[in-house]
């Protein structure tokens, strides 16, 4: 049986509804044609998993897709922790400052206007 979980390809059309593109689509299709002509498959971790009547066992027939295609591969994150938090906390400091130029502009730019906040 083949198992393929779609959840991190496509893209959100409102907050309950995945959609997906016609290359999303494309890469399921030629997944599962793949998988059925045994044509150059391989599962994809996070993806797509053949699993055997034996795999289905051990997980007591639960048919849930991520429990058998896994997680996707996270690339490994060599930064220390401590340089990491000071980098980023650095950048979002930068980036409050920024924010605060940019509040004070509009609100003159509106003043301007005749609209004052």
Known sequence: ML????????????????????????KIADT?????????????????FAATLEDIRKNDFVLTPGRYVGAVEQEEDDEPFAEK??????????????SAKLEAQ???NLGGLGYEI
Do not use: N, S
């Open 32 to 48: 599962f044609h793949a998988w059925q002509t045994d044509k150059a498959y391989q599962d994809v971790p996070g993806f797509c």
């Open 85 to 98: 938090m000071t980098r980023l906390t650095t950048q979002l400091k930068e980036q409050l400052e920024e």
């Open 3 to 26: 198992f393929i979980d779609a959840r991190q390809i496509g893209y959100m059309k409102d907050r309950v509804l995945r959609d997906f593109t016609r290359e999303d689509i494309a």
């Open 106 to 108: 509009i609100k003159a």
